[in-house]
């Protein structure tokens, strides 16, 4: 099948991209000497977690508790569940500890642990535990330095209806630089940050079996991770012009696009209107600290997914999504009917908009790969 | 089932709260003289559209071909397709003009016109059009005042491959209002856009057998709709902050929410984090034309779902949305575990996230309604 006979809207993988980063960013955990602990939560999907774990240990980290018993089924025997766990999924949680060889969750307050130990004295078992740290992105997580931070830690240590599992990072604010180097600061501090934590801990009687850090920005960027027991980057599969803006990849490194059609054209106002709107691309700004007027997308051709200057998609509503030409001869290329590609801001957040992927090869829908949905 | 059995996080629809929005839309409707025409887009589920035609003639409004199939199945009869037709979409569209007693497509540009013409002389059909006209919204749509707009209507009215059903807009520039004074002159520019149009289309010999217009806010603030035959408003039936920050509604009209869990508090920062984000609410960045500091939705208690002052939804990531307290204290009242309900700021984004809703009456899930999902 090829791409015209593909339904507008609708989600490409190209995967000679894809399998492109997969193997980029395998090859550097194998060099940085790291555990490669894939997130899945980008793509949602079997076939591409698949090829993430190959040459791996086989461990991924997932989202959401649909994430988590998507993959237990497809065979996944080891995650980590990176949100700090609700006490409303408590039981769901203890279930897929029993079910799995390894499932994690995430901790990082006292009340949490207080029902999470209630609960799993009752069904009599030790789930594994990470404590979740704020390196500095200031979401969730105990911060470091804190005395809570070290109690909490011994608690979970000391505790009989745990199984600490160590501590776990994610610099989320390397999404906010503006360019490598200050990635490459975020990486540092997240990788030093962690390794004197764990060294307070250990000095303080608490034994950490896993250091685990990890997010796109900062894997790519960093050049040593001395003291790291796992990295657990996800984006990377598809990347996208947020990852490209703060150059975690190139723009032809990105692996998802959305297909799109030309539904209106009006040449005295230098616009075309594309049939993908903000159900088709999420409403995700893009890199709008580094270029306000950066669009909702890049606006590609549909052949070779090449950028298309001059063309910035700059309003989304449902189901439009208005393409504005500067110079005004720019959208002259393009006229009603036509196809086009648009490369998203942020394939986490494009990518779910959609039941399946086209994977493409060579300008050939090679495959179809069904994503996970929803929370439960 | 009480919402304590939930699993966050979910969509609630307050049932009490949907069927006040709906009658009152629906006795505008009659009280202005005009043909209800409800757009399904915002909620896409049988339950809530069957809820909106009654008491009116039948016809409902679609934004994707799976709506429009999903109604179809569901036994709905005369809808409009109103986003301009894809060529790529026209045997799709011809498919449904066949089943269907009336289903009626959108076109604002010759090429369109000389597609389905084609496709539809093929046929041996002569499916209905709207021409899309822009009342100063500047999305999609022929500018009336142009010559090109009468040369296209007359083009429709002549051609023996299509039935010209009428003139068609949507005053989408409403929703950057600031007031319902300002609201009200956009819903009268519609109106007169409109009707004057119609009249000059007349004169040159195009009968315009039906003249559509129609949006929430517009439809909420106008005062009188004299030539106007039908109004094809669709996210009333939800509302949202963005909504009532324009006026359409109060706040405690919003009849979705999302139930959310607390996971994790930080008092040192003023902080709480909550198990939804950017794709359980969609990132839609609400009134920040009237309120740059909005934030992504109005936390609410779970029960009565009031607004909690002093909370505000500051950042969201795709499974965490930041909520600070300003004062400080606001977040003293909030704890791990506790669960709350969020407004979206954009109902028909947020509503796209789920694959169901969990319907509450009096504290109490009653049903649970499916909608339809993706574009084909």
Redesign the interface.
Known sequence: MDLGQL????ALVDLERLERNVARFSERAHRLGVRLRPHV?THKCVEAARLQVRNHFGGITV???AEARHFAAAGFEDMTWA???????LE?AIDLHRRLERFNVLV??D??VT?LERAASAQRVAPGVFLEVDCGG????V?PESDRAVSLARRLHASPHVELRGVLTHA?HAYGCTDQLAVADVAAQERDVMVRFASNLEAAGVVVPEVSIGSTPTFAAVDALDGIGEVRPGNYVFFDVVQAAVGSCRLDDIALSVLA??????P??S?V?L?TG???L????GPVHLDPHCGYGVVCTVDDTRPLSGLRLV?L????G?VRGDPREAVDRV???D?LRVLPNHS??TA????RYHVVQSGSVVDEWRPV????
Chains 1, 2 share one sequence.
């Open positions: 339904t507008t809207p609708c939560k989202s959401t508790l949100v700090p766990i609700a006490p409303g999924h769901a990082d307050h009340d949490t029902e200031r979401r969730t997580g911060r989320g059609e030309v539904i209106s054209v009006h005295e106002r616009e209107v049939n903000a159900l088709a999420s409403k995700d700004p309003a509503t449902q189901e439009h208005v006229a009603v009917g196809r986490c957040l779910a908009m959609f039941d949905r929803g929370w439960s």
